[in-house]
Nanobody
Framework: QVQLVESGGNSVQAGGSLRLSCAAS????????MGWFRQAPGKERDGVAT????????YYTDSVKGRFTISQDNAKRTLYLQMNSLEPEDTAMYYC????????????????????????WGQGTQVTVSS
């Protein structure tokens, strides 16, 4: 059974930092790509950062470049998102996801087609940034 469990969400002030974690079951970790997505109230779910599972190549949406870092610990089967210099616009539910479709190699976080290539999703963790 594929399972992804996020943690680390919290309420912080602008300029603060958070680290999100996503623990993956053994089956979930046999994937091609993993990523972090976010959805604010009343808005669509958007890609934030993705990582190619073999090779560790990373991709970011423009609004988080230089502030967020995606990484993975294969031994712990855990995906991370280090978020620094948080802004109120970062407020959203953050979701971890895994893709078992090799097509995920061809799309970055800003491409809407990417969401359809992710097969497994976590339940989400809330990040709230106050000004």
């Amino acid at each position: 059974q594929v399972q992804l469990v996020e943690s680390g969400g919290n309420s912080v002030q602008a300029g603060g930092s958070l680290r999100l974690s996503c623990a993956a079951s053994r089956d979930a970790y046999s994937n091609y790509c993993m990523g972090w997505f976010r959805q604010a109230p009343g808005k669509e779910r958007d890609g934030v950062a993705t990582i190619i599972s073999r090779g560790d190549r990373t991709y970011y949406t423009d609004s988080v470049k230089g502030r967020f870092t995606i990484s993975q610990d294969n031994a712990k089967r855990t995906l991370y998102l280090q978020m620094n210099s948080l802004e109120p616009e970062d407020t959203a539910m953050y979701y971890c996801a895994a893709s078992f479709n090799v097509g995920c190699y061809g799309f970055g976080p800003d491409d809407r087609r990417l969401l359809g290539l992710y097969n497994a999703w976590g339940q989400g963790t809330q990040v709230t940034v106050s000004s």
